[in-house]
């Protein structure tokens, strides 16, 4: 179903954004 293919991509991209900022605040 495409709706379920859309909510997981943005899960997806949620979680990667989140990682970079996590390293980002590390980083500085």
Known sequence: EER???AKF???WNE???CLRD???ISN
Do not use: R
Request: hydrophobic residues 40%.
């Open 23 to 25: 390293e980002d605040l």
């Open 4 to 6: 379920k293919k859309v």
């Open 10 to 12: 943005q899960y997806m």
């Open 16 to 18: 990667f954004i989140y």
